[in-house]
């Protein structure tokens, strides 16, 4: 079929009541709703046989938003079925190689695949010459351009918004300039009260304008109002990405009301110290921020080199559940539907 006819199609009754027309309204429902994070790599920078160097991706209203880009984090989009050009923005913790060794692949193979789009990313002003470099080197044949904003890793600020999310800077403590990132979910539309939209025969094309809170208009005049089409706008969602840093306790009542906290938990109890000496934290630390904050869900990663002996990604484990039961493990490739926290 081509374009055209099928725009015509659309318009008709019979594609109104047709089997196509439900599929149709179910996936434009499970795009719209969609708020959900891509553990990439959760490694840190000694290479590991078993994990990448840090990167997640949030999915969301059809929209890619990269935070940390380790080596190799271009292959494991490619694995994880994520499309490199649906990236726009790029959000980099601190200037460590584990946290953007992989721009340089990535934003190259953007070019390759003819990415027209400006590719933004933001970072510490620190990251700033090594993305110029990359870009004067390898990209003066591309077709795309890279804008750098610097972030002020010191203050809780936004850097970003647009009409679904809001990006939060979260002021860390490490060896380097370094902040996490909060993305925050805007109110969506209303929902479609599916009955009422059958019991009315309302056509397909016009379930954007009662989302957006139309009323609608009976063929004899009567008028029925939105509030009977729709229901409420689900709750609203947070995924929080805190990684490197030494624990800091003044983060909890930023990352209040967050459905998904990442946290770093690079060593166990017994290695406090050299966690201190690192500025990293421990899985026991990472557990009682997110039981200070009251997040729905905590998922720690950053794994060391020193956890090859089987067992110690367990016990990380372990630490952090006797402060915060709902934790668990980050793993290269699985997908968290980030959880609506529950109103305290
Ligand atoms: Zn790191
Ligand atoms: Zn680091």
Same mark, same amino acid.
């Given at each position: 079929?081509?374009?055209?006819?099928?725009?015509?199609?659309?318009?008709?009754?019979?594609?109104?009541?047709?089997?196509?027309?439900?599929?149709?309204?179910?996936?434009?429902?499970?795009?719209?709703?969609?708020?959900?994070?891509?553990?990439?790599?959760?490694?840190?920078?000694?290479?590991?046989?078993?994990?990448?160097?840090?990167?997640?991706?949030?999915?969301?209203?059809?929209?890619?938003?990269?935070?940390?880009?380790?080596?190799?984090?271009?292959?494991?989009?490619?694995?994880?079925?994520?499309?490199?050009?649906?990236?726009?923005?790029?959000?980099?913790?601190?200037?460590?190689?584990?946290?953007?060794?992989?721009?340089?692949?990535?934003?190259?193979?953007?070019?390759?695949?003819?990415?027209?789009?400006?590719?933004?990313?933001?970072?510490?002003?620190?990251?700033?010459?090594?993305?110029?470099?990359?870009?004067?080197?390898?990209?003066?044949?591309?077709?795309?351009?890279?804008?750098?904003?610097?972030?002020?890793? /010191? !203050?809780?600020?936004?850097?970003? %918004? #647009?009409?679904? *999310?809001?990006?939060?800077?979260? =002021? +860390?403590?490490?060896? @380097?300039?370094?902040?996490?990132?909060?993305?925050?979910?805007?109110?969506?539309?209303?929902?479609?009260?599916?009955?009422?939209?059958?019991?009315?025969?309302?056509?397909?094309?016009?379930?954007?304008?009662?989302?957006?809170?139309?009323?609608?208009?009976?063929?004899?005049?009567?008028?029925?109002?939105?509030?009977?089409?729709?229901?409420?706008?689900?709750? /609203? !969602?947070?995924?929080?990405?805190? %990684? #490197?840093?030494? *624990?800091?306790?003044?983060?909890? =009542? +930023?990352?209040?009301? @967050?459905?998904?906290?990442?946290?770093?938990?690079?060593?166990?109890?017994?290695?406090?110290?050299?966690?201190?000496?690192?500025?990293?934290?421990?899985?026991?630390?990472?557990?009682?921020?997110?039981?200070?904050?009251?997040?729905?869900?905590?998922?720690?990663?950053?794994?060391?080199?020193?956890?090859?002996?089987?067992?110690?990604?367990?016990?990380?484990?372990?630490?952090?559940?006797?402060?915060?039961?709902?934790?668990?493990?980050?793993?290269?490739?699985?997908?968290?539907?980030?959880? @609506?926290?529950?109103?305290?």
């Amino acid at each position: 079929m081509n374009p055209q006819p099928f725009f015509f199609y659309i318009l008709t009754p019979s594609f109104h009541h047709s089997f196509v027309s439900h599929l149709f309204l179910f996936f434009y429902l499970c795009f719209v709703e969609e708020f959900k994070v891509h553990i990439l790599g959760c490694g840190s920078a000694n290479p590991l046989s078993k994990h990448q160097p840090a990167s997640q991706v949030l999915q969301m209203r059809g929209k890619l938003f990269m935070v940390d880009c380790g080596e190799g984090t271009q292959m494991r989009l490619a694995r994880q079925g994520l499309q490199i050009n649906r990236i726009g923005h790029i959000f980099i913790t601190h200037a460590h190689g584990d946290h953007c060794f992989g721009l340089p692949g990535l934003i190259s193979t953007m070019g390759l695949l003819g990415r027209v789009a400006r590719l933004h990313i933001y970072g510490p002003a620190e990251l700033q010459g090594f993305i110029q470099t990359v870009t004067d080197i390898f990209c003066q044949q591309m077709t795309h351009e890279v804008e750098f904003h610097a972030v002020d890793t /010191t !203050r809780h600020s936004m850097v970003y %918004s #647009d009409r679904s *999310v809001e990006v939060w800077t979260l =002021p +860390l403590n490490h060896r @380097v300039a370094c902040c996490g990132y909060l993305f925050k979910e805007k109110e969506g539309a209303r929902h479609i009260n599916r009955p009422m939209i059958d019991c009315y025969e309302i056509p397909v094309c016009e379930i954007g304008n009662i989302k957006a809170g139309a009323d609608w208009t009976l063929p004899d005049g009567t008028v029925i109002p939105n509030e009977r089409l729709t229901t409420p706008p689900s709750p /609203t !969602r947070s995924w929080a990405y805190v %990684s #490197d840093t030494r *624990v800091r306790d003044e983060l909890a =009542p +930023l990352l209040r009301g @967050v459905g998904l906290l990442f946290h770093e938990a690079t060593f166990l109890n017994r290695d406090l110290f050299r966690a201190k000496q690192t500025y990293h934290s421990t899985a026991a630390e990472a557990g009682r921020i997110a039981r200070m904050a009251g997040v729905a869900q905590l998922c720690i990663g950053h794994y060391s080199a020193r956890l090859k002996t089987p067992g110690l990604e367990a016990q990380l484990l372990g630490e952090a559940q006797e402060e915060f039961p709902n934790t668990l493990l980050a793993q290269e490739g699985i997908c968290i539907d980030v959880p @609506v926290c529950p109103k305290d």
